[in-house]
């Protein structure tokens, strides 16, 4: 186990290449003509409902269904189109930006997993044998293999209540995600014994919609009761600085251990119970919020229960979780402030914080009793010490004795920012030091706090080149939250490059004013005050670094060379005995005495199952319309030419994944296509926006 600690934050942006770049602005240019075309088929279509939110709630989940093709849209489709084949590059040279494609070399060629610290900037660089080994030890420990039907009834329990929702054809099952770890370096005797956290990111989707119940319903509680609980530093603050006579009062902090798992059935019944005193919950609701806590732990695709044979757990990953936390903290907040005051005690997520006034040492150690027997009344333990005059809360340290509070970090938690030469949009860039100054003066009661905490920061600021030193500003009154105007904003978010010589943003802009001026019918609907853009960012570097773990770690699936061709005679294969590789975009070349014609197509299977469907396409004309190259063939051989077919594989890809949520299959076609010269292509440019195929097995309502 070699420990790696990278210079810079993992959050800066590498130059991506060129594919990558091309495949990410396509899916987001993909999902822009998508909003134009649904835009105008309600336009057009006035009977129908463009907000399905006003006659039911889908919860967020938006429609699979690729929208009509539109003449109207078709030149200004086209043109987008022109844009991202012509786009220019140039080639990016500076020493931070070689030195993230250095690194990126070295991971990518190392055959050791990089496994984050868990509190700290560290990486270990961990063998394949050694992490199985580790992650396994901590599966086994609470985890035991689940039964091949306890996915399929959770799936199916799922579907049944996505079909009372009617979001059946929007919601997609389970998602075998890859249990993964970090670990605890902090520990003592780490290097000897190395303790890890065990991160299980499988969650429902129905998580989404419990979700916003359970928002509803904590919003509602903290209103009507006046609990704090608390969602930031700031109403920490907030709360510290109401209280009065603060020499008189000592503080004491607690934290849940294990919050997240420790959390039983019977707990999260008994919290809902109480929120029912204050806002209704209906019998659908708990229903949707106990289903999301059905959760399963996966590893190399096989699924796993807890030991106790319940899949009830509330995962860390899981869309609800922090909700869930959230209520049952208010449930046990409750209880400890009828008894020592509501405004004497608060709670984050699992960290609390309580002033008392005037207690002796017998007091303070009753009243650590007593709250370590309450929590543990609910199967809860804590760790708590009592009797503080300074508390380090979150991001900031509290001082009783003069009423101060600065801001805290960790011992050996240097701050990192991303470098002023990371592939961040300049936006992000400028923001950054006028950001980290305001929440450093927002944490700091005066400035003479402030110039004590800010050297570090400066120093952190000034490693990642920024020029920008921080100055005191304090915002000594609240700021009056802005009124925003509901407005039906269509974004256009294409990935930031700087290796993109062209404008896109300024292009696409220019093509919406040609293509819609002020006599267009759809004026009103795409103009500079209602299409809008806002530039995305590409993978950073912990991106890239998960994906290389994802490699290193997983089974070896490559089939043998000599399994990749089954045809009886070799000679014949059609695709330089190949045919049984799957995941691949290929290119057929019908060739006659005059013409030339290319055709790219896909398929997820073997290519050879695909070869055999435009075989069958060929031989039968009722089926000459499957394809453009099936018409093409059909066309041939009614006008008696002769042709020859060349077929060969482009490249591989992944096709869709619930777990990605990408299909990087189709984006690779559409970027081949786009690429290809259209007067010799038989495909259409219609097909650009089109709906991935390969994602309809993991919709619910087909499972």
């Known amino acids: 186990?070699?420990?790696?600690?990278?210079?810079?934050?993992?959050?800066?942006?590498?130059?991506?290449?060129?594919?990558?770049?091309?495949?990410?602005?396509?899916?987001?240019?993909?999902?822009?003509?998508?909003?134009?075309?649904?835009?105008?088929?309600?336009?057009?279509?006035?009977?129908?409902?463009?907000?399905?939110?006003?006659?039911?709630?889908?919860?967020?989940?938006?429609?699979?269904?690729?929208?009509?093709?539109?003449?109207?849209?078709?030149?200004?489709?086209?043109?987008?189109?022109?844009?991202?084949?012509?786009?220019?590059?140039?080639?990016?040279?500076?020493?931070?930006?070689?030195?993230?494609?250095?690194?990126?070399?070295?991971?990518?060629?190392?055959?050791?997993?990089?496994?984050?610290?868990?509190?700290?900037?560290?990486?270990?660089q961990i063998d394949k044998t050694t992490h199985n080994k580790l992650l396994t030890d901590n599966i086994?420990?609470?985890?035991?293999?689940?039964?091949?039907?306890?996915?399929?009834?959770?799936?199916?329990?799922?579907?049944?209540?996505?079909a009372n929702l009617n979001i059946d054809d929007r919601t997609e099952c389970m998602a075998k995600r890859q249990a993964f770890i970090t670990l605890k370096d902090h520990k003592d005797n780490?290097?000897?014994?190395?303790?890890?956290?065990?991160?299980?990111?499988?969650?429902?989707?129905?998580?989404?919609?419990?979700?916003?119940?359970?928002?509803?319903?904590?919003?509602?509680?903290?209103?009507?009761?006046?609990?704090?609980?608390?969602?930031?530093?700031?109403?920490?603050?907030?709360?510290?600085?109401?209280?009065?006579?603060?020499?008189?009062?000592?503080?004491?902090?607690?934290?849940i251990e294990n919050f997240y798992p420790s959390i039983t059935e019977k707990l999260l019944t008994d919290s809902i119970t109480f929120a029912k005193q204050y806002i209704d919950i209906t019998d659908r609701d708990i229903d949707i919020i106990m289903h999301s806590r059905k959760s399963l732990l996966f590893d190399s695709n096989c699924a796993w229960i807890k030991k106790n044979n319940s899949s009830f757990?509330?995962?860390?990953?899981?869309?609800?979780?922090?909700?869930?936390?959230?209520?049952?903290?208010?449930?046990?907040?409750?209880?400890?402030?009828?008894?020592?005051?509501?405004?004497?005690?608060?709670?984050?997520?699992?960290?609390?914080?309580?002033?008392?006034?005037?207690?002796?040492?017998?007091?303070?150690?009753?009243?650590?009793?007593?709250?370590?027997?309450?929590?543990?009344?609910?199967?809860?333990?804590?760790?708590?010490?009592?009797?503080?005059?300074?508390?380090?809360?979150?991001?900031?340290?509290?001082?009783?004795?003069?009423?101060?509070?600065?801001?805290?970090?960790?011992?050996?938690?240097?701050?990192?920012?991303?470098?002023?030469?990371?592939?961040?949009?300049?936006?992000?860039?400028?923001?950054?030091?006028?950001?980290?100054?305001?929440?450093?003066?927002?944490?700091?009661?005066?400035?003479?706090?402030?110039?004590?905490?800010?050297?570090?920061?400066?120093?952190?600021?000034?490693?990642?080149?920024?020029?920008?030193?921080?100055?005191?500003?304090?915002?000594?009154?609240?700021?009056?939250?802005?009124r925003n105007r509901q407005r039906n904003i269509i974004w256009y978010n294409p990935p930031f490059s700087k290796s993109v010589k062209t404008n896109i943003g300024r292009t696409f802009l220019k093509l919406i004013s040609r293509h819609f001026p002020r006599h267009h019918k759809y004026h009103s609907l795409f103009n500079k005050n209602n299409v809008k853009v806002s530039y995305s960012c590409m993978d950073n570097m912990q991106s890239i670094i998960n994906k290389h773990n994802k490699k290193v770690t997983s089974i070896d699936t490559k089939p043998n060379s000599q399994d990749q061709c089954n045809c009886r005679d070799k000679d014949q294969c059609?695709?330089?005995?190949?045919?049984?590789?799957?995941?691949?975009?290929?290119?057929?070349?019908v060739t006659t005495d005059d013409t030339t014609k290319n055709y790219i197509g896909l398929t997820e299977g073997t290519f050879k199952q695909r070869f055999t469907q435009h075989k069958h396409s060929f031989r039968h004309r009722s089926h000459m319309n499957s394809t453009e190259l099936s018409k093409h063939i059909w066309q041939l051989r009614d006008s008696k030419k002769d042709f020859n077919i060349k077929w060969t594989i482009i490249c591989r890809a992944r096709p869709y994944s619930n777990i990605t949520k990408r299909c990087d299959l189709c984006t690779t076609e559409k970027l081949m296509i786009i690429n290809s010269k259209p007067d010799d292509l038989l495909n259409k440019r219609s097909e650009l926006i089109s709906k991935c195929r390969h994602e309809n097995k993991f919709y619910l309502r087909n499972n």
Not at 37 to 48: G, H, L, M, P
Not at 141 to 152: E, G, L, P, S
Not at 345 to 372: C, V
Request: proline share 5%.
């Open 1 to 124: 186990m070699e420990q790696t600690r990278f210079k810079y934050s993992m959050k800066n942006i590498p130059i991506p290449s060129r594919n990558s770049y091309l495949k990410k602005l396509i899916e987001k240019t993909e999902s822009v003509i998508k909003r134009m075309r649904w835009k105008a088929f309600f336009f057009e279509n006035s009977d129908c409902n463009e907000d399905d939110s006003n006659t039911n709630n889908n919860f967020g989940f938006k429609s699979r269904k690729c929208p009509p093709q539109n003449e109207d849209l078709n030149n200004f489709e086209a043109d987008v189109y022109t844009m991202i084949k012509n786009i220019e590059f140039r080639h990016i040279r500076d020493d931070f930006q070689d030195q993230l494609q250095e690194d990126i070399k070295k991971i990518n060629n190392s055959t050791k997993a990089f496994i984050p610290a868990d509190k700290t900037a560290n990486y270990y």
């Open 140 to 162: 086994t420990t609470t985890y035991k293999k689940a039964n091949d039907n306890t996915i399929i009834n959770i799936n199916n329990e799922a579907k049944n209540i996505a």
């Open 190 to 255: 780490f290097q000897n014994k190395p303790t890890c956290r065990l991160i299980n990111p499988a969650k429902s989707e129905i998580g989404r919609i419990s979700k916003q119940i359970l928002d509803n319903i904590n919003t509602t509680i903290r209103q009507k009761t006046g609990l704090n609980q608390w969602k930031n530093s700031s109403s920490v603050i907030n709360w510290f600085s109401n209280i009065q006579h603060k020499d008189q009062h000592t503080f004491a902090v607690f934290d």
């Open 313 to 482: 757990d509330v995962t860390m990953g899981s869309y609800d979780g922090a909700e869930v936390c959230e209520l049952v903290g208010l449930f046990i907040l409750n209880g400890l402030a009828n008894e020592y005051g509501k405004e004497s005690i608060g709670l984050y997520r699992d960290d609390g914080l309580a002033i008392f006034k005037n207690t002796s040492g017998p007091q303070t150690e009753r009243i650590r009793k007593n709250i370590t027997k309450h929590f543990k009344n609910h199967g809860l333990k804590i760790t708590i010490q009592t009797n503080l005059k300074i508390v380090n809360y979150l991001d900031v340290t509290f001082n009783l004795t003069n009423g101060s509070y600065y801001p805290y970090r960790k011992p050996n938690n240097l701050p990192q920012y991303i470098n002023i030469k990371s592939n961040h949009p300049p936006n992000i860039i400028k923001q950054l030091p006028a950001s980290i100054n305001r929440r450093i003066s927002d944490n700091s009661c005066n400035e003479h706090e402030f110039n004590k905490a800010k050297p570090i920061y400066d120093d952190a600021l000034k490693s990642s080149g920024y020029t920008e030193m921080l100055d005191f500003n304090k915002h000594r009154h609240p700021v009056r939250p802005r």
């Open 574 to 589: 059609p695709i330089d005995n190949k045919c049984l590789t799957s995941g691949v975009i290929y290119n057929a070349r």
